[in-house]
């Protein structure tokens, strides 16, 4: 029988099996940033050990950084505390680290791939969930927790047993108006959010064939949310592309020899997945979120069901509840207050492309808070250096600096209680934007139209 | 690390499905380098109001137990073991529901916090007894991969061999890795 890609990068980083339990599985790429890692560098500390393997191992701060004046020192106390930490820590282990302000600052899922970190075949890790972005590059990637975190520090390996494998297939041309985060979002809808639960998916197909780097990487990004370990797609020439010339990337005749071994990298024709998936890329359409799961989401100008798959009625009564929204309300039309373009879902130049052109000679919604927020310095430069920052600020719009921002609000970037924000970023959980901020998930397209209208809308 | 072996106590029961760890423990309070104190910041804001005040409709008030009983596909979302160290610091021994999220399944394990997956089917019989008789002492048995509950009947839970006796030992990981340098290095010198 045959396997699959992710078996073979799997079984080419097994160190060792133990009998009747997980394997030891050799770690390539460690990423790290300032929430998630304090308490393992503190342990590591404390058993009088250092990082193992600092050259594999890349730091940036990214969740608590604010997103104006990053020129001053961060106001808020904790943040800048954690932020302080993270600095101390890489330079006593030796790491390299992108501090605030840095070229090679942003947020860690954007900046690994941007600065060739990533590469193809590899397995990386870092204590964040959405690190099943790498995915899109032809790895292993996945989240890990802050004692697992010190485990890779202490020795470049982990514990884990290999999961089960799903395979989603979209076939078909995507509509001008249906971006890579209508895709996942319109896959999640369908599968549920804990639908891939104990596995680790592949994506393949046309639709993911055509699709860029940066998209990719939002398919990827968001595999966690319908509970998968991790998604991968098999990388081609548009990989090898983007990888080349990048600044950790392996140049010249190193580079070439390790395309010609990513070239293997497939699924072979005879392998069996645990579980497939078909969809049509004729049946996806611009896609919103209406309740407080990934998985609660219906075309832009679609209506409130009556129930989603994996959610019981009490569980979908509270949701809506939350939201404030009512079984069989149209969607269309509903009133937004705040916008967010950024994260690592979509915080990438494709995205302030997509937005940038959307809402071109257009103007801002008088009443709509519109927060741009580049997901990297690179991309933040690119925005500027592409023209878009003209078009954007002509529009109404001010671009703000690179980080987490209003995805998870740690910093203060939140949006208030009983607001409606229009997010292209991975949660719409309760709270998750601030307390009682109720989030709408879209893609960049559906938020231009919501940052220009005030309104949910279908893209043009 | 701490051990399990059996957990006998009454049940905290909360449920609601797809339970994320944004719930557990709310990113604001992610911003400390230290591993303690989670456990006052558990549930945060299903206890208390915006204004700090306490939440009267918060599901888990007047509940008492060390084993917490969940809606399917607990623990989904973000990484933050902060999830995990809440629930433990905040004196729960185990979590019972028909589905965990990965990473939060592999965090709560290596905390000392044991994840019990029953059938959809147990965890409907379970819920129904403990909000019909919310005394009733819920038994889970590590050793024996049992979880009983009177009136609901016993079931079989399942858990990977290595992390069952890493639990029953207070074995942890990092110390498994650390005595396997030698074979570590050895994958590097064949690999690069």
């Known amino acids: ?460 | 690390m701490d051990k399990i072996d059996i957990v006998s106590s009454t049940a905290v029961l909360v449920p609601v499905d797809n339970i994320d760890t944004d719930q557990i423990i709310p990113a604001r309070f992610l911003k400390t380098v230290s591993r303690e104190g989670f456990g006052e910041k558990l549930f945060y804001d299903w206890k208390y109001n915006a204004d700090g005040s306490p939440n009267p409709s918060d599901p888990l008030s007047g509940q008492k137990g060390v084993i917490l009983v969940a809606g399917n596909n607990f623990g989904c979302g973000s990484s933050r073991e902060h999830a995990a160290w809440a629930l433990h610091d905040a004196g729960f021994k185990a979590v019972v529901s028909s589905s965990f999220a990965d990473i939060f399944k592999n965090n709560a394990l290596n905390n000392c916090l044991l994840p019990v997956r029953v059938t959809e089917d147990y965890l409907d019989r379970m819920t129904r007894v403990l909000k019909s008789a919310p005394d009733t002492v819920v038994t889970i048995d590590l050793g024996a991969q049992t979880i009983s509950v009177p009136g609901a009947g016993e079931a079989k839970f399942e858990i990977n061999g290595y992390k069952k006796e890493c639990l029953m030992k207070g074995y942890s990981d990092i110390d498994y890795l650390l005595s396997d340098k030698e074979a570590i290095m050895a994958y590097e010198r064949k690999h690069f």
């Open chain 1, 1 to 460: 029988m045959g396997k699959t890609l992710f078996d073979k990068i799997w079984e080419d980083h097994v160190v060792k099996h133990i009998p009747d339990g997980p394997d030891v599985l050799y770690i390539d790429r460690h990423l790290i940033h300032e929430v998630t890692s304090p308490q393992a560098f503190s342990a590591l500390k404390e058993k009088g050990l250092k990082v193992f393997r600092p050259d594999r191992t890349f730091a940036t701060c990214d969740h608590n950084v604010p997103t104006l004046g990053q020129d001053r020192p961060i106001e808020d106390e904790s943040s800048r505390n954690a932020v302080d930490r993270l600095a101390e820590n890489t330079a006593a282990n030796g790491i390299t680290y992108f501090p605030l302000g840095d070229p090679g600052n942003g947020i860690v899922h954007v900046v690994g791939p941007e600065q060739g970190i990533v590469l193809c075949g590899q397995t990386v890790v870092c204590g964040d969930s959405h690190t099943a972005t790498h995915g899109a590059f032809g790895n292993i990637a996945f989240g890990i927790g802050t004692s697992e975190v010190e485990m890779v520090m202490a020795t470049q390996c982990l514990l884990q047993s290999k999961p089960k494998q799903a395979r989603i297939v979209v076939d078909g041309t995507l509509a001008g108006n249906v971006t890579p985060k209508d895709v996942i979002l319109y896959i999640i809808s369908q599968l549920g959010t804990d639908g891939c639960t104990g596995c680790f998916v592949e994506y393949s197909g046309e639709v993911f064939r055509n699709m860029s780097m940066e998209g990719r990487m939002t398919v990827c990004n968001m595999s966690i949310e319908m509970g998968a370990k991790g998604g991968i797609v098999a990388p081609d020439s548009k990989t090898f592309d983007y990888i080349s010339g990048r600044r950790f990337a392996p140049a010249g005749d190193e580079f070439r020899r390790a395309v010609a071994r990513w070239q293997d990298l497939k699924t072979d024709d005879d392998a069996v997945f645990d579980r497939e998936y078909r969809f049509d890329a004729a049946d996806i359409r611009p896609m919103v979120t209406y309740g407080t799961n990934p998985g609660m989401g219906v075309p832009a100008d679609g209506v409130i069901p009556e129930t989603a798959v994996g959610c019981d009625k009490a569980t979908f009564d509270k949701a809506l509840a939350y939201m404030g929204f009512r079984r069989g309300e149209p969607m269309a039309g509903k009133k937004v207050d705040y916008v967010f373009l950024g994260s690592c879902t979509n915080g990438r130049i494709e995205d302030f492309r997509a937005f940038a052109k959307a809402v071109a000679g257009r103007k801002k919604a008088p009443d709509v808070t519109v927060w741009l927020v580049p997901g990297s310095k690179e991309v933040e430069s690119k925005i500027e250096s592409e023209g878009l920052g003209d078009v954007l600020r002509a529009a109404g719009f001010e671009i703000r600096q690179p980080g987490c921002s209003a995805c998870l609000a740690m910093n203060a970037d939140k949006i208030p209680a009983g607001m409606y924000a229009v997010s292209t970023s991975n949660r719409n959980f309760e709270g998750r934007q601030g307390y009682g901020a109720r989030t709408i998930l879209a893609g960049p397209l559906v938020a231009a139209e919501a940052a220009v209208t005030g309104r949910i809308g279908m893209p043009v």
